[in-house]
């Protein structure tokens, strides 16, 4: 489980809260204490329309605080800045998570883990109409040539994620969601992360039909982390820490633990169980604009 650390004060979901340096270390220690075996430290928003950090103010914001944590646990660095992250990896920092999919070289250099993540575009435009012939080949076949190339530039582990929400719609993130296990076949360990983001907003609703605002998707966030660690992703990138642990090892009871025989129904799940909710209905249903 990797936890997202923000020490911005723009982030989408939780801009401002962890943007001290005391709040910043007590939250990476609260998410570690909840079960986090990477925490995230990232010091610039990537929200559609954010607006780039200087590199001095991104470094102030980032460094202290992957010091402060070093030793505690596994810290990966968020950034798109090859200074940033080599300071980063300098600092403490052993991931490197690389939203513009292009510093494999920093990793090399500093032996550690590489996230490959898939966006189109920049922040500032990338939700400016995203189109796709086809997201999940296109998104499947990008991420398999830059791990490649990582690993021949030496990097020894590579990571990849498809980037919900970085210049894709509504039906481009459920498509690739839909079809993770084409991104876990591909061999290389696979993260997602879905945690508040806007897509949430819409698949789990509100009753009244409006949008779930950042604050209220829970229950959306849990929803596709497990459906994720039922694809085969290794690693999920979340801000509620603790919920998602619980979510996880619940669904690892499902998995692993024995049922008694007579629980098992013998034609599967009883009818109606599954299919209703619009994550489900996902595997009978075709999603347009795959
Ligand atoms: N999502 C965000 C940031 N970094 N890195 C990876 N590998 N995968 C993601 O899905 C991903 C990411 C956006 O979330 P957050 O950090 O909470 O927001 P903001 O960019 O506004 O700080």
Not at 185 to 202: A, E, H, I, M, N
Not at 224 to 237: E, K, N, Q, S
Not at 257 to 284: F, H, I, M, T
Request: net charge negative.
């Amino acid at each position: 489980m990797m936890g997202v650390l923000n020490v911005t004060p723009d982030s989408f979901s939780d801009g401002g809260c962890y943007f001290d340096h005391d709040k910043a270390v007590a939250r990476g220690i609260e998410m570690i204490a909840e079960g986090a075996d990477v925490i995230d430290v990232g010091g610039e928003s990537s929200r559609p329309g954010a607006q780039p950090v200087p590199e001095d103010e991104e470094l102030r914001r980032v460094v202290p605080v992957i010091e402060a944590l070093a030793g505690r646990a596994r810290l990966s660095v968020d950034t798109a800045k090859p200074a940033v992250a080599e300071a980063a990896l300098d600092a403490g920092a052993t991931l490197l998570n690389d939203i513009s999919a292009s510093l494999w070289r920093a990793a090399a250099e500093a032996k550690a883990g590489w996230i490959c993540m898939h966006m189109r575009g920049e922040p500032a435009t990338m939700q400016h109409d995203p189109r796709y012939e086809d997201v999940v080949g296109e998104v499947r076949r990008f991420l398999v040539q830059r791990a490649r190339a990582a690993l021949e530039e030496g990097v020894e582990e590579v990571w990849i994620d498809p980037g919900i929400g970085f210049g894709k719609t509504y039906w481009h993130n459920l498509s690739l969601l839909r079809h993770l296990p084409e991104l876990v076949d591909t061999g290389y360990p696979v993260l997602v992360g879905t945690s508040r983001k806007g897509f949430l907003g819409r698949l789990a609703a509100r009753r009244d039909g409006e949008p779930a605002p950042a604050g209220d998707r829970l229950a959306g966030a849990l929803a596709t982390a497990t459906w994720a660690m039922l694809a085969g992703v290794r690693m999920l990138r979340v801000h509620d820490v603790a919920a998602t642990v619980r979510a996880a090892s619940l669904v690892g009871d499902c998995r692993l633990s024995s049922l008694p025989d007579g629980a098992r129904s013998p034609g599967g799940p009883p009818a109606g169980s599954a299919g209703g909710g619009p994550l489900l209905g996902l595997v009978s249903k075709e999603v347009p604009t795959r």
